[in-house]
């Protein structure tokens, strides 16, 4: 990580008595793309607006561009803020509405024209937007007005609060392409809140995630994916099986069994291990794409389970089946590729195999 | 909302909006017009006479006195919409953005000073307003010299009483619109680098606009028909357009006369609103939905 433009120690806030982030930490690169992600209620929102100063915390320490920012107001930060809602102002016509931190700033006539009009043309706005109304453009429009307004004064960091939650998928879409190009473009910090873990791995370099005011990890998508810190992130994003195994430390990594399993001991590589792994909760993260159906004899090492068909989905391109298994509280879920015999009924007594050796050992 | 071009043809439609429409005219529109057809007519010993012509409307715009006393109520009436606004606005505010632990409480007198009647209210300010009343009583504790508020039967004693009984229209109106702004706005207005006063005037006040002006009319209807406040408290020394018709209809008990002049003072107030719809219009419809 380069330089970084935002330090975050030990944040803490209390609401009254409820504690809504218990001492996090952060670090943001200059330039860096970061979403904190975590469900409703986890904290995200709060952080982001400690950094933008709308809430001062109760506790710890904030940076950003190497200065304090205690009793830093948020019209003197350098971040500028898109809002979940967009917060346009109703009563101000579009060029108003972008230009209005340039008035505040006194930039002379000319030269907030020119800015308006440069960041028009970078949120592929047509001219004859400028004189229009807030609530005479659509949603997207308004979502590319809203980014204008918070980029036209070059802040160091832009934070955006989930601002494409209220958008239908297809335009959430294209206006997160968007964001990447424009961020990749734009060369500025940007922190994303979401409770999307799909969007912000398509669109951060890193990933915090955040769960009842606490930082559960912090990575790369790749991280997030193939080497979740627990359950609750590897749970966090689509649908996963965890298998209940037993682990003990051997000299070439982690030793598991499992009690459903007659194969008996896998080893499993220290790079397939969660760092944060403890005794509590053991379990292979088994991802569904992984999972074939066994027809005839096991590969070398493969791990088999008998079960029953529960349910299937055919989404086009892939088959989702759901097997019950006895001994498992949740059915096994697995994604085969879609084909146009299906490999099993509803009910259909099935064998089903994975290969441990590529799971991802991790805990609660 | 777009009223549909065939609204004539719904039968729901005009049976839901029929007995309103019905009771509107009988009890509205027929009355208006039974007074503009009386200022036609004459009387003769207390008696209307029917006639058919202009004397009474030629008495109308041949005596200043009628005219004094008609601009002497708009300007009453414009008085206290700036002084209601002025005193309305600043508690509105506190009541939707600042106070937190008394809200409720506050609410709840405001609503109670509002639902007391009239009369009472304005007669309280006697006890409050005389010579020998409680705010020369106190003024002189406090070190003022005695009797120094003169105010009992003064245009300024019909003011207070006015504005006492209306303040709080405005006071809701402003409030209702006050706590519709979006705090986000506010705080969007802060991170674009805005200072609590700025944002003040560049976001609060142009969005409590609705509530300001729909303050302001109800104040300014309610003020030209004022009635008691001039009567109890400004002891008919300056009376206004209500008090100068009902003399005409109750002790000269010429209706004509009567007619004429509630016609003038309803001309005048419409006249007075629809420049200020004008005005107001052209400020907020570019704010409102597409076009």
């Known amino acids: 990580m380069t330089s970084p433009i935002i330090d975050a120690s030990g944040i803490v806030k209390d609401y009254g008595a409820a504690r809504a982030l218990h001492g996090v930490s952060l670090q943001i690169g200059t330039g860096e793309f970061v979403a904190l992600v975590g469900p409703s209620g986890c904290g995200k929102t709060t952080l982001l607006k400690i950094l933008a100063g709308f809430e001062e915390p109760t506790d710890g320490r904030l940076e950003i561009q190497g200065v304090d920012m205690r009793g830093v107001p948020a019209a003197s930060r350098p971040t500028r803020m898109v809002f979940q809602k967009l917060a346009l102002f109703p009563h101000k016509t579009v060029a108003e509405n972008i230009g209005f931190s340039l008035k505040l700033q006194k930039v002379e006539k000319g030269q907030a024209d020119s800015r308006i009009r440069a960041m028009l043309d970078l949120m592929h706005l047509k001219p004859d937007y400028l004189e229009r109304y807030p609530a005479q453009l659509s949603g997207g429009e308004q979502q590319r007005v809203a980014l204008a307004r918070a980029l036209v004064s070059q802040p160091g960091v832009l934070l955006l609060d989930e601002p494409m939650s209220a958008l239908d998928a297809k335009l959430k879409k294209s206006l997160q392409a968007e964001l990447k190009k424009l961020h990749r473009e734009l060369g500025t910090s940007f922190v994303l809140v979401t409770h999307d873990l799909e969007e912000a791995m398509m669109l951060a370099d890193r990933i915090c995630v955040m769960r009842s005011g606490h930082v559960v990890q912090v990575g790369t998508p790749t991280d997030i994916y193939y080497r979740p810190a627990n359950m609750f992130v590897a749970g966090f994003i689509g649908e996963t099986n965890f298998l209940p195994v037993t682990a003990t430390a051997s000299s070439v990594g982690m030793d598991v069994v499992s009690p459903l399993v007659a194969a008996g001991k896998t080893s499993i590589a220290p790079e397939h291990v969660s760092p944060s792994l403890s005794a509590n909760g053991t379990a292979l993260l088994v991802r569904p794409e992984t999972i074939r159906f066994v027809k005839g004899d096991a590969a070398p090492g493969e791990w088999l389970l008998d079960g029953q068909v529960e349910e299937y989905f055919i989404k086009g391109a892939s088959t989702q089946y759901r097997i019950r298994i006895r001994g498992l509280d949740a059915a096994v879920i697995m994604d085969l590729p879609g084909s146009i015999v299906l490999p099993a009924v509803v009910g259909e007594a099935v064998r089903i195999g994975f290969d441990p050796a590529q799971a991802f050992l991790l805990s609660e | ?291």
């Open chain 2, 1 to 291: 909302m777009r009223i549909e071009h065939k609204s004539w043809n719904d039968p729901v439609l005009v049976a839901t909006v029929a007995p309103l429409a019905l009771a509107m005219v009988a009890f509205f529109l027929i009355p208006l017009l039974m007074t503009a057809v009386l200022t036609f007519q004459t009387t003769q010993y207390y008696r209307l006479v029917w006639t058919w012509d202009l004397k009474i409307w030629t008495e109308v715009f041949s005596k200043p006195h009628y005219w004094t006393i008609m601009m002497r109520t708009v300007t009453m009436a414009l008085v206290c919409v700036v002084l209601t606004v002025l005193i309305a606005f600043p508690a509105a505010y506190a009541l939707a953005t600042r106070l937190k632990t008394f809200k409720t409480q506050i609410q709840i007198l405001i609503i109670f000073a509002f639902l007391t009647d009239a009369v009472l209210k304005t007669f309280g300010w006697i006890l409050i307003l005389d010579k020998n009343g409680v705010a020369n009583w106190l003024l002189m504790h406090v070190g003022f010299p005695p009797e120094m508020l003169n105010l009992l039967f003064t245009p300024a004693g019909t003011m207070i009483g006015m504005v006492y009984n209306l303040v709080a229209y405005p006071m809701f109106t402003i409030y209702l619109s006050l706590v519709r702004i979006d705090r986000d706005l506010i705080l969007a207005a802060y991170d674009a680098g805005a200072s609590r006063i700025r944002t003040f005037f560049e976001v609060t006040l142009p969005l409590s606009r609705p509530g300001l002006y729909s303050g302001a009319v109800l104040v300014f209807v309610l003020s030209l028909g004022a009635f008691l406040e001039p009567k109890v408290l400004g002891g008919g020394t300056s009376p206004l357009a209500s008090e100068l018709i009902r003399q005409s209809f109750e002790t000269r008990v010429n209706w004509p006369l009567g007619a004429a002049l509630t016609v003038v003072l309803i001309a005048i107030g419409a006249l007075m609103l629809a420049a200020c719809a004008a005005f107001a219009l052209r400020r907020t419809s570019s704010t409102g939905r597409p076009a």
